[in-house]
C-alpha cells in the first residue's frame, strides 16, 4: 500500500458524460501527479500540481481539467467524455516538486466509456 | 527530445531463470533520474528504484539488480532465480526537468513467469 488513495476504482459511464476522479496524496506529499494509462498510449504524464499550484502540464486534453484543494487532495474532472478516453488514471504524489523527488502511485481508477 | 524505450515487449522464462530487463533512454539533460516501476496484474504501480544521472554504481537489492551505464544510456533491471510472483508489467521511467518531477516511461516490459 503506497499511501495514495483514489476513488473510485472503477467508473462506466457514457459518451458524452463529465466525471470527477479524486486522490489522497500520502500524509505530508505536496505534490500530486496525474497520469493516462491506455493500450496505445502507454503511460502519459497529464498536469502536476504543488501545493495547490499547477506546476506542470502534459498531453492533457481540453476537455480535461484538475485542482488541488488546500487539504492537498486533488480532482481531475474528465468532461464530453470519448470512447477513447478509457483508460486506467493514476494519480501520484511526492514531497517535492522536482525530478529528484520519487512518486508513489495509487491503485488507479478504471474509466469506461460506453 | 527526451525518450525511454524499453524494446522488449513481451518475456517468457521459467522459475528460477534469471532474466534482464532493458532500458535505453534518450535525453539532453546532464542531471536526470531513472525508475522502475512494477505493475503487477493487481494493476497498481509499485515502485522499485531510483537513480541518478551521477551515480553509476550498481545496485543489488535482494534479487534485483540494476546496472546504470551512461556510455550507452542504459539502465538495465535484472532478476535473478526468478520466481512466479515476478510475473508483471515493468516500467522505465525518466525525470529530467528541475522545476517539475513529471516521468516519462517506457511501453512497459511484460514478465511472464512460468512455474
Known amino acids: 500500500d503506497s499511501g495514495v488513495t483514489q476513488t473510485p476504482k472503477h467508473l462506466i459511464t457514457a459518451t458524452g458524460q463529465r466525471v470527477t476522479l479524486r486522490c489522497s496524496p500520502r500524509s505530508g506529499d505536496l505534490s500530486v501527479y496525474w497520469y493516462q494509462q491506455s493500450l496505445d498510449q502507454g503511460l502519459q504524464f497529464l498536469i502536476q500540481?504543488?501545493?495547490?499550484?499547477?506546476?506542470a502540464k502534459g498531453n492533457i486534453l481540453e476537455r480535461f481539467s484538475a485542482q488541488q484543494f488546500p487539504d492537498l487532495h486533488s480532482e481531475l474532472n474528465l468532461s464530453s467524455l470519448e470512447l477513447g478516453d478509457s483508460a486506467l488514471y493514476f494519480c501520484?504524489?511526492?514531497?517535492?516538486?522536482?525530478?529528484?523527488?520519487?512518486?508513489?502511485f495509487g491503485p488507479g481508477t478504471r474509466l469506461t466509456v460506453l | 527530445a527526451q525518450k525511454v524505450t524499453q524494446a522488449q515487449t513481451e518475456i517468457s522464462v521459467v522459475e528460477k531463470e534469471d532474466v534482464t530487463l532493458d532500458c535505453v533512454y534518450e535525453?539532453?539533460?546532464?542531471?536526470?533520474?531513472l525508475f522502475w516501476y512494477k505493475q503487477p496484474p493487481s494493476g497498481e504501480l509499485v515502485f522499485l528504484i531510483r537513480?541518478?544521472?551521477?551515480?553509476?554504481q550498481n545496485e543489488i537489492s535482494g534479487r534485483y539488480s540494476w546496472n546504470f551505464q551512461k556510455s550507452t544510456s542504459s539502465f538495465n533491471f535484472t532478476i535473478t532465480a526468478s520466481q512466479v510472483v515476478d510475473s508483471a508489467v515493468y516500467f522505465c521511467a525518466l525525470s529530467f526537468s528541475g522545476n517539475t518531477g513529471k516521468l516519462i516511461f517506457g511501453q512497459g516490459t511484460t514478465l511472464q513467469v512460468k512455474p
Open positions: 501520484a504524489s511526492s514531497v517535492g516538486s522536482g525530478r529528484t523527488d520519487t512518486q508513489y
Open positions: 500540481y504543488y501545493n495547490g499550484e499547477e506546476r
Open positions: 535525453t539532453r539533460d546532464t542531471t536526470y533520474y
Open positions: 537513480r541518478n544521472s551521477f551515480d553509476e
